[in-house]
């Protein structure tokens, strides 16, 4: 019998290397707009790469949390940003 192989995962790639530079815009005020863009897109593509059959995961689920602590810092930069503003 022979061994299916995984192949490379270019959802999840793609996913990764944009949820990695959006979670780094994301510590950027105003720029961090355009990174959490990044950081939506790269979800995305994260959770289509990691549903898909014989293709390696391990970008993809990376790609996920990146794009959930960019998230975060998006609003996290945010709120400190209202909260120096009001005081």
Do not use: Q
């Amino acid at each position: 019998m022979g061994e299916v192989t995984k192949g490379k995962n270019g959802c999840g790639i793609a996913g990764f290397i944009l949820s990695l530079i959006g979670m780094i815009m994301s510590w950027i005020p105003l720029v961090n707009i355009v990174g959490m863009v990044f950081c939506g897109i790269g979800f995305l593509l994260c959770l289509i790469g990691l549903f898909l059959k014989n293709k390696k995961k391990g970008l993809a689920i990376v790609g996920l949390l990146f794009a959930i602590a960019g998230t975060v810092l998006f609003y996290l930069v945010y709120a400190g940003i209202a909260a120096g503003l009001s005081a």
